[in-house]
């Protein structure tokens, strides 16, 4: 299964910022997918990140608030935009490594805090 | 969509019983479904999954069965052990549709108790 380094494990930012989270593969994977999960709560999916064009979003999450990137196949961002406390959550990073073997795997994710 | 449902919300069973998790699903063209383990500040991993053609799969001390006619599917874990505490998720994904996409239950705390 392929290796996910996911960065930053965790930060602590002020309201109105941004913040920009990175998901490596040591592999080239088909899809990559961006989460969020909130305290004490299930993954609710934000995007499917497309290599090369614009993510697709899933309701409620829009683009202008997470921009998302992926210009390869091994490589993706996620970015909290203007930020304010309730986009305090932990966000992760999964990816499916070929549409035939399934098996999602997740990066370790990034505990963000917004003061 | 796809909806996800699972029950119970906790869990909690004495060391070396059964524990059994349930989830049903909303979309008949849902053809994957996994489940995961997620230990306190860890990510979620993989434990087992089931294909649309498989009515039940065993790995050793877990099982999952589903049911496609009534859209269930259950994880079973035998002779329960501590180091088995954990928030259990089970999810549906649907790769027909082309989108891939996981959608998860809420989840379950399961506390065994030593």
């Known amino acids: 299964s392929a290796v996910i380094s996911q960065k930053p494990s965790r930060d602590i930012c002020q309201r109105g910022t941004s913040l920009t989270i990175q998901c490596q593969v040591d592999?080239?994977?088909?899809?990559m997918f961006w989460y969020r999960q909130q305290p004490g709560q299930s993954l609710t999916l934000i995007a499917t990140?497309?290599?090369?064009?614009?993510?697709?979003?899933e309701s409620g999450f829009v683009i202008d608030k997470f921009p998302i990137s992926r210009p390869n196949l091994t490589f993706s961002t996620l970015t909290v935009s203007n930020m304010s406390p309730e986009d305090s959550s932990i966000y992760l990073c999964?990816?499916?490594?070929?549409?035939?073997?399934?098996?999602?795997?997740f990066g370790s994710g990034t505990r963000l805090t917004v003061v | 969509g796809e909806n996800v449902e699972q029950h119970p919300s906790t869990l909690s069973v004495q060391e070396g019983d059964s524990a059994v998790i349930k989830c049903t699903y909303s979309?008949?063209?849902?053809?994957?479904f996994p489940w995961y383990k997620q230990e306190l500040g860890k990510r979620p991993q993989l434990i087992i999954d089931?294909?649309?053609?498989?009515g039940e799969k065993k790995d050793q001390r877990i099982a999952v069965t589903l049911n496609k006619t009534a859209k269930h599917f259950s994880l079973h874990i035998t002779e329960t052990q501590p180091e088995d505490s954990a928030v259990y998720f089970c999810?549906?994904?649907?790769?027909?549709?082309?989108?891939?996409?996981?959608?998860f239950g809420k989840g379950t705390k399961l506390s065994v108790i030593p």
């Open positions: 999964s990816v499916l490594k070929d549409l035939g073997g399934y098996g999602y795997t």
């Open positions: 592999s080239q994977v088909t899809m």
């Open positions: 990140a497309n290599q090369g064009s614009e993510a697709t979003y």
């Open positions: 979309d008949s063209a849902s053809n994957y």
């Open positions: 089931i294909r649309s053609n498989v």
């Open positions: 999810a549906a994904s649907d790769s027909g549709a082309g989108s891939y996409q996981l959608t």
